[in-house]
């Protein structure tokens, strides 16, 4: 009898060692497959949108963190990896992970692994929040009014069907015809994957009328609607029905930075953002996004940048001519000096 049982077991072990591997051999391919089709569709340094919502990413080397505004949206690297800062928190992933952001924030976004022989391939699905809360109805997800407090972005690992839908949506790449009536239910299933997951509760919030999250959604969309403005907690945090330690709490619990902290971020990256595409000068940008007193703001570019107004703009202006130089094709040598 105990023979038996021994052998039983030793046969069910069998299946389970041989139903594992499966599994592991078709994560794998649908790894090599996802490297495969993003290399293909994005052949040089830099970002497209082949289909509506959907971003791929290039590059061929590391580099230092940038800064950027994060949106709602689903992101996965097929090769390499990247890391996001928030405030003081930092979120790394690479093809075994993915990230998920919720709310619209200043970061900045740094890519560690990347070669010419094996760039960093990244895709990026944005996420609607009216897409979001049909998927959450006709899953039979109530509308939760937890307060419970979720952080914005977080990063979890990519398990084997979640995995499955992202390579599927990258198929329809190569068909745009069936991407205009597939795309939409394919996004349909990597939003119910993802509600199922154990980051749920954070998509929720993209679609929840509830929870302290919309809230300081809410004030985010102010903040950065109106930030030449002086903040006035107290004005925002009685619109949200909150009180102002209780919104400090609740602002710096999901953004991972005070209201201030953050319209000063949104400030000096609009001041950049002006230097770079106006050709204003440093006094002038600092004018139009809010600040009285150019030294005060050439110091606080300083510290969020590293380097004064004029010379980090400088700086990325000959990062974007190097990084145009480098990726002209051969090609495009060969006709400018058949053309000379």
Same mark, same amino acid.
């Given at each position: 009898?105990?023979?038996?049982?021994?052998?039983?077991?030793?046969?069910?072990?069998?299946?389970?060692?041989?139903?594992?591997?499966?599994?592991?051999?078709?994560?794998?391919?649908?790894?090599?497959?996802? %490297?495969?089709?993003?290399?293909?569709?994005?052949?040089?340094?830099?970002?497209?949108?082949?289909?509506?919502?959907?971003?791929?990413?290039?590059?061929?080397?590391?580099?230092?963190?940038?800064?950027?505004?994060?949106?709602?949206?689903?992101?996965?690297?097929?090769?390499? /990896?990247?890391?996001?800062?928030?405030?003081?928190?930092?979120?790394?992933?690479?093809?075994?992970?993915?990230?998920?952001?919720?709310?619209?924030?200043?970061?900045?976004?740094?890519?560690?692994?990347?070669?010419?022989?094996?760039?960093?391939?990244?895709?990026?699905?944005?996420?609607?929040?009216?897409?979001?809360?049909?998927?959450?109805?006709?899953?039979?997800?109530?509308?939760?009014?937890?307060?419970?407090?979720?952080?914005?972005?977080?990063?979890?690992?990519?398990?084997?069907?979640?995995?499955?839908?992202?390579?599927?949506?990258?198929?329809?790449?190569?068909?745009?015809?069936?991407?205009?009536?597939?795309?939409?239910?394919?996004?349909?299933?990597?939003?119910?994957?993802?509600?199922?997951?154990?980051?749920?509760?954070?998509?929720?919030?993209?679609? %929840?009328?509830?929870?302290?999250?919309?809230?300081?959604?809410?004030?985010?969309?102010?903040?950065?609607?109106?930030?030449?403005?002086?903040?006035?907690?107290? /004005?925002?945090?009685?619109?949200?029905?909150? /009180?102002?330690?209780?919104?400090?709490?609740?602002?710096?619990?999901?953004?991972?930075?005070?209201?201030? $902290?953050?319209?000063?971020?949104?400030?000096? $990256?609009?001041?950049?953002?002006?230097?770079?595409?106006?050709?204003?000068?440093?006094? /002038?940008?600092?004018?139009?996004?809010?600040?009285?007193?150019?030294?005060?703001?050439?110091?606080?570019?300083?510290?969020?940048?590293?380097?004064?107004?004029?010379?980090?703009?400088?700086?990325?202006?000959?990062?974007?001519?190097?990084?145009?130089?480098?990726?002209?094709?051969? $090609?495009?040598?060969?006709?400018?000096?058949?053309?000379?």
């Amino acid at each position: 009898m105990n023979a038996v049982k021994t052998s039983k077991n030793a046969d069910m072990d069998f299946m389970n060692d041989q139903q594992a591997k499966r599994e592991a051999d078709r994560v794998q391919a649908n790894r090599d497959e996802l %490297v495969e089709r993003i290399s293909q569709t994005i052949r040089a340094d830099g970002a497209i949108e082949p289909l509506k919502g959907l971003h791929l990413h290039r590059f061929s080397s590391p580099m230092e963190a940038c800064h950027a505004v994060s949106v709602p949206a689903f992101c996965v690297i097929a090769q390499g /990896s990247k890391e996001v800062l928030l405030g003081n928190d930092r979120y790394q992933y690479d093809p075994a992970h993915y990230l998920l952001a919720t709310v619209e924030l200043p970061i900045m976004s740094q890519i560690l692994e990347a070669s010419k022989a094996q760039p960093c391939l990244s895709l990026r699905l944005d996420l609607d929040s009216t897409l979001v809360g049909s998927v959450m109805v006709e899953a039979g997800y109530p509308a939760s009014q937890s307060r419970a407090n979720v952080k914005a972005i977080d990063v979890s690992p990519l398990d084997a069907p979640l995995l499955d839908a992202v390579v599927r949506l990258v198929r329809l790449l190569d068909t745009p015809a069936e991407a205009r009536v597939l795309m939409p239910l394919v996004a349909r299933e990597i939003i119910y994957r993802l509600l199922i997951g154990e980051q749920g509760a954070r998509l929720r919030h993209i679609a %929840v009328l509830g929870g302290y999250t919309h809230h300081i959604a809410l004030a985010v969309e102010r903040l950065r609607k109106d930030f030449k403005e002086p903040i006035k907690i107290e /004005s925002i945090a009685r619109e949200l029905g909150m /009180s102002v330690s209780g919104f400090h709490h609740h602002f710096k619990s999901v953004t991972a930075m005070s209201p201030l $902290q953050f319209q000063k971020q949104v400030r000096l $990256q609009e001041a950049r953002r002006l230097m770079l595409g106006q050709n204003l000068d440093a006094t /002038s940008a600092a004018y139009r996004v809010g600040y009285d007193d150019a030294s005060h703001f050439n110091r606080e570019y300083k510290r969020l940048f590293g380097a004064p107004p004029m010379r980090d703009v400088e700086r990325l202006r000959e990062s974007v001519r190097e990084t145009a130089s480098s990726i002209r094709s051969p $090609q495009d040598a060969g006709h400018l000096a058949r053309n000379r």
